[in-house]
C-alpha cells in the first residue's frame, strides 16, 4: 500500500527483492521453454541456461505436421466462441440484470451452475450430440462445444456490470421510443466495452487452451487445434525425443497470448477482476 | 409509451433474449449432463452405446462387487483431489495476496512486472505441463540440475514418478499458474479501497501489520471469498494438467481422471458416468456449504 | 456431406463453415477412392507407414489419407473406441494392438476372405490371437517381443558377461554402473525399462513373472493365478533394483523414455521392443555400434527366457465406405514386400516366418535370426480370456506391480491385494 518514497532503505531492498523472485518465478519456465525450443540435438540434453539461436525446431514444426493449419483452426473457434459468447452473454446480460421477472435468481444460479460442470461429466453426451449434428471433426463441432465452457461466466460477468449502469441512461432512450435492441447496442454497449474486452480475451484463453473437447471431437491434423498439435507431437527425427520441437511449439502457441495479456493487461485488471469481485 | 407498455415490452425482449442462450446451454451443458446421469444408472459400455438395461444404482453400491463405494482407486482419488484442492487453493490465495500487496505499491515499472506476472496464466495448461514435465525431467531437467548445482539436493529427484512428490510437483505447476489470477482479482478489490484511510493509519504511527489485519483485510474479505470459491471450483474438476504430466498414475489420479478412465479406457459408460455424477454432485454441495460459510450472495432479487 | 444440411439448420452460424469445409473435401474423392489409415506412433513408424500407404496408392491409382494418432496406447485405444462406438466412417483402417481384438472385434470386418490364405504364412500365435469366433478380425503388421539391450562395449571393457538370469543382470548392472560412475560417468544407471503406470508396466511385470514360472496372471481358464510365489520372488527381485540400479525416474518412463537414457549412453541395459535397434544404431546415436541384444534373463537357473507378445495390426472398420478397397491396402501393408522393408528400416518384427531367414533382413538386425525363438514363442497377456475387461485386469496390476516398485507396499502384500481385486472384477463377468 501506498508510496515507496517514504520507506527506509532496508524496506526498499526489501521489497526490490520481493519484486524480483515474483519476476523470476513467473518468467523463468517460459524464457527456459524459448532457450530449449532454440537448441537442437543433444545440445538439449545438457542443461544449460544460456540462449542459443538455432531455428531448426521452428522450421520442423511446421514441416512435420500442419501447425500453420492447426493455428488458423484455434484462430478460427476461439474467435467465432468469443463473438457468439458476447453476443449472446450481452443480451441475456441485460434481461437479467435491468428486467425484472420470475425465476430471475434461479436462472442466474443455473447459469452459475453451468459454468462448474466438469468436462468430463459431459463429455459422452457432448460426444453424442456432436455425432447427432454431423459436426464431429468439425471446427463448427468445437466451436459448439466451447460454449459451454465460456458462455455462463461471460453471462455471469457481464450481468455484473450491466446492474451496475445508472438507471436515467436507459429511461431516457426508451422515452424517445428506442427498442430494447436499441438500448443495448447504442446506450449500453459503448459503456460496457471495457468489460466487454475484458471478459471477451478471458473466452479467447479458455478457447485457445482448451484440450479435451478438441482432443475428443477432431481426428485429422487438419483439424486438430494447437493443444492438441503439440500433445501429438511425436519427434523431429526419430533419434531424439521431441522435446525441441515441443518447446517450439509451446513458444509459437503462447507469444500471442502473451502479447495479448501484455496489451490489455491494464484492461483485465481493472474491468474484469471489478466484475468478478461485485458478484 | 406508458410504463406499463414499457414493461411488458421489456419483458417480450428480455424472453427473446434470453432464448438463444438458454437453448445453447440446454443443447451444450443441460442435455449432455442428463445423459450422463442416465448413464449412471445403467450398464452402458462404449462398445454399443445403444444397448443397456436400466440398473438403479448398482454402479454406486451393490453386494456383488461393490460398485462406487467399495472402490478403493475411487476414494484414493477422491482424497487427492480433496488435498489437491486444499493445498494449491491455499497456497494459492496466500501467495496470490503477497503479489497483490506488492503490486499495489507504486514502484517504477510496476506496468511491467504486472504484465510479466500474468504470463504463467496466459500460457495453455496443456503447455505448461510440457513445459514444467521438461524442466522437472530426472534425468536431463533444469530445475534437478539446478538443484544439484547449488547443492540442495545430492543426487537427482524424480520429480513427476516418485510417489511423495508426483502431487506436490502438480500443486507447485498449479500454483505457479494460477497464483497469478488470484493476485489478479485481489488486486482489484485493493485497488478499490479508499485511499484515506491509509493515509490518516500512516500519520497517525499505526504499524502496516496491523493497517494489513484491521483494515485491509476485512474490506478485500468477500473479493477473497469469490475467488477462493472460483479456483476450489477449477481445482476439483482438475484434469488436464494431471492428465498430461503423469497419466492414469494413482498417486496422483484425481477424480476427473479416474472417472475418465472408468469411461474411456476401460469402456465402462455406466461407471464412468457414475462417477462424474457423484464428481458434479460432491461439487454443488462443496459450492454451497462455501456460499453459506461465506455469506456471499450471489443474486441480487431486491434490484 | 448428408448431415451438413442438417447441421446448417440446427447450428445455422456454424452450418456455413461446415458446407465449405466439406465442399472442398468432396472435390477430391470424385477422382478416386480416399482411404484413412490410422497407423504409427513413434517417428520412424509413422514415416514407414507413409511411405507404404503411398506404394499402394501408387499401384492402386487410389489414394490414402494417414492418420496420426496419440502416442500412449491407451489414448489411442481410448480414441478408436469412441470412433467406433460412434459407428464412424472417418477411420477406413485401424492399426490395433495385439490384445484389442477381443476388445474391438465386433466392430471390424472379417479378412479372411481377402487374405485368402496369406494368414497361413504368418505367425500362427498371432493369427490364432485374431480369430474371433472364427472370423479373423485383423492381419498382422509386425509382432514384437520384448528383449534385452545391452552396451557390449561397456560390459566387455569391465569383462562382463551377458546375464542370463534376472539375479545376475543385477549384479553385473551394479558393478558396471559403479566402475563407470567412478570413472566419472556420473549419471550412468544399470537398468531402465517401463515403469509407468500404464500397459508397458504390464508387458514388463508379465515377463519378470513368466520368466520366474508365475504364470500369467490369469490362466487359460480364467482362474486368477497371481498370488503364488514365483510371481512375489520375481516382483521382488525387480524391486530391490529400484533407486539401486534403476534410475528413480523409471516409474514414469514409458518406451520413448527409457531409450533417450539408453541411447545416449547412460544406461548398461534396456528392457524394449525391437524397433528401438534401428534408432540405437542410427547415424547421430551415441551408442552406435556399441549395442548387443540378448533374450530377456531368465528368472533364476530353473526358470525360461521370455518376452511379452506385443505387436500390431491391421483391421478394416465394418462402417467404412469402402471395405473392398480397405481390405486390398491391408493386405498391401503385411504382405511379405513390406514386411521386408519395415524390418530392415525400422527394425520391426516380421510376423512373417519365412522372412527369418531373409539374409538381407539377417544382416540389418542380426539378433532376429538368433532371437526366433523368443519371437515364435512370447508370452500373450491374458487379453483373450478376460476380454470387454482385459484393461481393467491390466490397470489393477500395473497399479499393483507399481506400488512394490515404489516401495508403498511388499510384493506379497500386493498380490494379495490383487487377487481380492481381480476376483471382483471377474464378479462382472469374464
Known amino acids: 500500500m501506498g508510496e515507496i518514497g517514504h520507506w527506509s532503505p532496508g524496506a526498499k531492498a526489501g521489497f526490490a527483492a520481493l519484486i524480483t523472485v515474483i519476476v523470476v518465478a513467473a518468467v523463468f519456465p517460459f524464457y527456459y521453454a524459448i532457450a530449449s525450443s532454440f537448441r537442437t540435438g543433444s545440445d538439449l540434453f545438457e542443461p544449460s541456461l544460456a540462449l542459443a539461436f538455432d531455428p531448426a525446431n521452428y522450421r520442423s514444426v511446421f514441416a512435420e505436421q500442419p501447425f500453420g493449419r492447426n493455428i488458423l483452426n484455434s484462430v478460427i473457434v476461439a474467435t467465432a466462441v468469443v463473438g457468439l459468447s458476447l453476443g449472446l452473454g450481452l443480451t441475456a446480460a441485460y434481461a437479467l440484470a435491468r428486467v425484472a421477472f420470475r425465476g430471475r435468481g434461479l436462472m442466474l444460479m443455473c447459469i452459475l451452475a453451468v459454468s462448474m460442470f466438469p468436462q468430463l461429466a459431459v463429455l459422452s453426451g457432448m460426444f453424442e450430440l456432436i455425432r447427432w449434428l454431423g459436426l464431429y471433426n468439425q471446427l463448427p463441432g468445437l466451436i459448439l462445444a466451447n460454449m459451454m465452457l465460456t458462455l455462463p461466466f461471460t453471462v455471469w460477468v457481464l450481468t455484473t456490470f450491466m446492474r451496475e449502469m445508472p438507471r436515467e441512461l436507459e429511461d431516457a432512450a426508451y422515452v424517445d421510443g428506442a427498442t430494447p435492441l436499441q438500448v443495448i447496442v447504442h446506450v449500453f454497449l459503448p459503456l460496457m466495452m471495457p468489460a466487454m474486452a475484458a471478459t471477451g480475451l478471458l473466452a479467447f484463453i479458455v478457447a485457445w487452451n482448451e484440450f479435451l473437447f478438441a482432443l475428443t471431437f477432431t481426428l485429422s491434423n487438419e483439424q486438430r487445434t494447437v493443444p492438441v498439435a503439440i500433445a501429438l507431437i511425436t519427434g523431429a527425427s526419430q533419434f531424439e525425443l521431441p522435446w525441441g520441437n515441443v518447446m517450439a511449439a509451446s513458444v509459437i502457441v503462447t507469444v500471442p497470448l502473451v502479447l495479448l495479456v501484455l496489451v490489455f493487461q491494464r484492461r483485465i485488471v481493472a474491468g474484469l477482476a471489478a466484475g468478478a469481485v461485485k458478484g | ?303 | 456431406m448428408r448431415r451438413i444440411a442438417f447441421a446448417a439448420l440446427l447450428a445455422a452460424p456454424m452450418g456455413l463453415v461446415a458446407a465449405i469445409q466439406s465442399a472442398g473435401e468432396s472435390a477430391a474423392q470424385s477422382a478416386s477412392v480416399e482411404v484413412s489409415i490410422s497407423c504409427g506412433a513413434v517417428g520412424i513408424e509413422l514415416e514407414l507407414c507413409k511411405a507404404a500407404s503411398e506404394r499402394w496408392a501408387e499401384k492402386t491409382g487410389h489414394s490414402v489419407t494417414v492418420i496420426s494418432t496419440p502416442n500412449s496406447s491407451t489414448e489411442r485405444l481410448a480414441l478408436y473406441q469412441q470412433i467406433l462406438a460412434a459407428g464412424a466412417s472417418d477411420i477406413d483402417v485401424f492399426q490395433v494392438d495385439v490384445v484389442w481384438p477381443g476388445i474391438l472385434g465386433t466392430h471390424f470386418i472379417d479378412l479372411a476372405p481377402h487374405a485368402d490364405g496369406a494368414e497361413a504364412a504368418h505367425f500362427e500365435a498371432i493369427i490364432t490371437n485374431n480369430t474371433i469366433d472364427g472370423a479373423l478380425k485383423a492381419m498382422p503388421l509386425y509382432t514384437d517381443a520384448g528383449v534385452l539391450y545391452y552396451r557390449a562395449d561397456l560390459l566387455e571393457k569391465h569383462a562382463q558377461p551377458v546375464p542370463t538370469t534376472w539375479e545376475e543382470l543385477g549384479a553385473v548392472a551394479r558393478r558396471v554402473m559403479a566402475n563407470e560412475r567412478a570413472a566419472g560417468a556420473d549419471r550412468m544407471w544399470g537398468y531402465v525399462f517401463q515403469g509407468r503406470a500404464y500397459e508397458g508396466l504390464t508387458c514388463n511385470a508379465l515377463e519378470w513373472i513368466d520368466a520366474h514360472g508365475g504364470g500369467t496372471i490369469v490362466d487359460g481358464a480364467g482362474e486368477i493365478t497371481i498370488a503364488n510365489d514365483a510371481a512375489v520372488a520375481a516382483l521382488e527381485t525387480v524391486a530391490g533394483f529400484m533407486a539401486d540400479i534403476v534410475p528413480p525416474g523409471a516409474l514414469n518412463y514409458a518406451e520413448e523414455e527409457s531409450r533417450g537414457v539408453f541411447q545416449s549412453g547412460n544406461a548398461v541395459f534396456m528392457r524394449n521392443w525391437p524397433y528401438a535397434w534401428a534408432l540405437a544404431q542410427s547415424e547421430d546415436s551415441p551408442v552406435r555400434g556399441k549395442v548387443g541384444v540378448a533374450a530377456l534373463p531368465k528368472g533364476g537357473a530353473d526358470g525360461q527366457n521370455t518376452g511379452t507378445l506385443g505387436g500390431w495390426n491391421l483391421a478394416v472398420s465394418r462402417y467404412s465406405e469402402h471395405p473392398e478397397i480397405a481390405a486390398d491396402l491391408v493386405m498391401h501393408l503385411v504382405g511379405a514386400e513390406e514386411q521386408k522393408i519395415r524390418a530392415i528400416e525400422g527394425s520391426y518384427n516380421p510376423a512373417i516366418r519365412a522372412l527369418y531367414q531373409d539374409p538381407e533382413i539377417l544382416e540389418a538386425v542380426p539378433f532376429f535370426g538368433d532371437l526366433f525363438a523368443t519371437f515364435e514363442n512370447a508370452v500373450a497377456r491374458p487379453s483373450g480370456v478376460t476380454g470387454e475387461n482385459y484393461n481393467r485386469v491390466s490397470a489393477a496390476f500395473w497399479e499393483s506391480v507399481h506400488d512394490v516398485l515404489s516401495g508403498d507396499a511388499s510384493a506379497a502384500d500386493a498380490m494379495a491385494a490383487l487377487e481380492d481385486d481381480l476376483a471382483r472384477i471377474r464378479r462382472r463377468g469374464w
Open chain 2, 1 to 303: 409509451m406508458t410504463p406499463r407498455g414499457l414493461g411488458h415490452e421489456r419483458r417480450r425482449s428480455a424472453v427473446l433474449f434470453l432464448l438463444p442462450m438458454t437453448a445453447i446451454l440446454i443443447l451444450v451443458a443441460g442435455w449432455p449432463l442428463a445423459r450422463t446421469i442416465w448413464f449412471s444408472l445403467t450398464d452402458a459400455r462404449l462398445s454399443d452405446l445403444g444397448d443397456y438395461a436400466f440398473v438403479g444404482l448398482e454402479n454406486f453400491w451393490n453386494p456383488d462387487w461393490g460398485g462406487l463405494i467399495a472402490d478403493d482407486g475411487w476414494w484414493q482419488a477422491v482424497g487427492n483431489t480433496l488435498w489437491f484442492a486444499a493445498v494449491s487453493v491455499s497456497l494459492e490465495t496466500l501467495l496470490g495476496l503477497v503479489v497483490a500487496l506488492a503490486l499495489s505499491v507504486r514502484f517504477p515499472m510496476r506496468g511491467l512486472v504486472r504484465a510479466a506476472v500474468l504470463i504463467p496464466w496466459a500460457i495453455p495448461t496443456i503447455v505448461s505441463a510440457k513445459m514444467w514435465g521438461w524442466m522437472l525431467h530426472d534425468q536431463y531437467g533444469v530445475v534437478n540440475w539446478m538443484l544439484l548445482g547449488a547443492g540442495v539436493i545430492d543426487t537427482s529427484l524424480a520429480w513427476t514418478a516418485d510417489a511423495d512428490l508426483a502431487l506436490w510437483s502438480v500443486v507447485m505447476i498449479d500454483v505457479w499458474k494460477t497464483t497469478p489470477f488470484m493476485a489478479l482479482l485481489i488486486l482489484a478489490a485493493l485497488q478499490m479501497l479508499p485511499g484515506d484511510i491509509y493515509e490518516a493509519a500512516r500519520l497517525d504511527g499505526v504499524p502496516p501489520l496491523t493497517v494489513f489485519w484491521h483494515v485491509t483485510l476485512p474490506l478485500i474479505w468477500p473479493a477473497l471469498v469469490v475467488a477462493v470459491i472460483f479456483r476450489a471450483l477449477d481445482a476439483l474438476r482438475m484434469f488436464d494438467l494431471v492428465y498430461a504430466l503423469t497419466g492414469n498414475a494413482e498417486d496422483t489420479a484425481m477424480m476427473s481422471v479416474f472417472a475418465r478412465q472408468q469411461l474411456v479406457d476401460f469402456q465402462d459408460v455406466g461407471y464412468g458416468s457414475a462417477a462424474s455424477t457423484v464428481l458434479f454432485l460432491i461439487i454443488a454441495c462443496l459450492i454451497g456449504v462455501i456460499l453459506t460459510l461465506g455469506r456471499v450472495r450471489l443474486t441480487d432479487e431486491a434490484r
